[in-house]
């Protein structure tokens, strides 16, 4: 399956850093991105100064409304905090009917200043947004990954991003979204109940990241993969 | 600081496979293993063969009591599953004090066989055992090793160890320690607020082996470290 077959790929509230570093990337490999926002004339200018960076000749970033975005092509990203989510996806059911949707989000409180990992009732945000959506493929996955490093195209990529989805088909097409990026791995995280350990990673990663003054992610070692 | 430095490193509940794998490796790094169990008949037997499989010329491992694996040098580590540690501990309270101790416990649960993280009151089990020796310097460590990999000599180890302490120079010493065993890259992981995070890698991890029918470790990218 090449870059174009993947079609079309929506940022629910992708005006954020973990849309805009997305979108960025996901362009520069040549994919079709709609950047979604409450706002489309802000998500419009965002997407113009990210399509400046990625540069003519490769894909393309479109400012679009977030029904928009949640009901472009078969993926859509919802790449909001997890506090924002839940009330942007109420108005998005119907878009979201048989759609690949991917919870990005990591639930956590700060007590002062310091990440806390949170449990939402559902036991994850990605198990949340599946019961919120019932019609939606839910897939959890990018938890790790950091929003600055994803905007800065001159850093190289070199980490993995754990899937989780109980949807086989929904789980391998974004194993594919992965691969188009550059220096990311996908790994099978199983099925949806654990993206939790996922989701926890990024309050830790974030702690790791002040500690050390970087921006950090993960490898999972031992495995046999491409 | 060479191996020699680190004097001999006390295995408390040592004959268990986590216990067994570390003993083989620090003995074959050149340190002095001691290895603890309530039965040092026990202990001296799988001591003899561990000591053979990483033969001679190298550093030793003898088994001992328990007591005498938690007063052996500056170094001890608990080496025990999360459950069992308690009892233990209860009873190595003097031998303990001032030394620097090990916590490697992830403490889970099995829910039909699948591994759950639980969260002790204290907040992980590195916090609880810093409760239960105030006289010791906690660090945790190693908790996501595999043990299979580190019993089996032959296999190249390629994966860090998130070390988590409030004592600085006991960190630094565990550090040093996780140095001497070629292939474990040391992590400062930042104070033992942090264990928990560790700890909870472990359950996610054993997922993640069954899934892959491999054993699996991590790596924090991003990091610039030697």
Redo the contacts between chains.
Sequence with gaps: MSESELGEVGLIGGTGPLGRGLAARLAAAGLSVRLGSRDPQRADEIATTIQSQVGRGRGTVAGVSNPDAAGSGQLALLTVPYDAGAALLSQLGAQLQGRVLISTAAPMEFHRGVPQPITPEAGSAALEVSQRCPGARVVGAFHTV?AS?LAALDSPL??DVIITADDVEAKELVTRLVRTIAGLRP????GLV?AH?SE??T???I??NR??H???????????TD
């Design positions: 950091s490093t070199d980490e790994i099978d995280g199983g654990n350990f926890a990673l309050p830790f990663l702690r790791l500690l050390h970087t921006e950090t992610g993960i490898r999972i070692t031992g495995l046999v």
